[in-house]
């Protein structure tokens, strides 16, 4: 009778011990599946900037409304921020996309256009964009991604991106073409390394004048389109 008991507590004590286990782990993987983005969308002359733990199919104001938290933002108020997760933005024109983006620091960035009428052609600065995500939700767009550049594993890297490199420092700007979203062509994205003076190398470039000239500092140009 005792072997039986023994063997019996054994057993339940086994199993208590394996449902901790697998409790903790799909508790963390929970908490993992539920992390925060950024969610940021116009409509109807408003902006909304949203926090929300699920995805939320592209354009549908009313279920981003209901399952994230979102407040109303007013343009005066919309100051230039960092983004070190991922961001999402809704968009029908090209006015409020650049207001929100233009040298604004984002790593990984999804951009959703929710329009119908043609965009012009415009240049949007982003500095440090590691990854892009596009989708045209009204047509037939395929969603499309590009990697410009791997994340780096130090912490405290800075936040417009800029490494150590000897004593020479790398920044990484983007310049972004908003016609992309017109055409059906594949999403592309050229690169130009060492790229000591942003003015002298395109000098036709918008914004070049922006960035100064420095004897410690390189650029990295990407070219999205």
Request: net charge positive; aromatic share 12%.
């Amino acid at each position: 009778m005792k072997p039986r008991a023994f063997s019996a507590f054994s057993f339940w004590l086994l199993a208590l011990i394996l449902a901790g286990f697998l409790g903790i782990h799909i508790t963390g993987s929970f908490v993992t599946s539920q992390k925060n983005h950024t969610l940021i969308f116009t409509k109807e002359n408003t902006i909304r900037n949203c926090s929300c733990s699920v995805d939320i199919r592209d354009c549908d104001y009313c279920l981003a409304n209901l399952m994230c938290n979102c407040k109303t933002v007013l343009p005066s108020t919309m100051e230039k921020t960092t983004y070190k997760s991922h961001l999402t933005i809704w968009f029908t024109d090209t006015s409020v996309l650049e207001m929100l983006l233009n040298f604004t620091r984002v790593w990984d960035l999804k951009l959703s256009f929710c329009g119908t009428t043609p965009l012009p052609t415009e240049y949007l600065a982003i500095w440090g964009l590691r990854k892009l995500r596009v989708n045209k939700v009204k047509g037939r767009f395929l969603e499309q991604s590009v990697t410009i550049h791997g994340s780096s594993n130090n912490e405290k890297e800075d936040l417009l991106a800029v490494h150590n490199k000897g004593r020479q420092m790398l920044a990484y700007i983007s310049f972004l073409d908003t016609s992309l979203f017109n055409g059906y062509s594949l999403l592309k994205s050229y690169s130009v390394e060492n790229v000591s003076s942003i003015t002298e190398h395109f000098p036709s470039l918008l914004y070049s004048d922006v960035f100064s000239t420095s004897d410690n500092k390189s650029y990295v140009v990407t070219f999205i389109y």
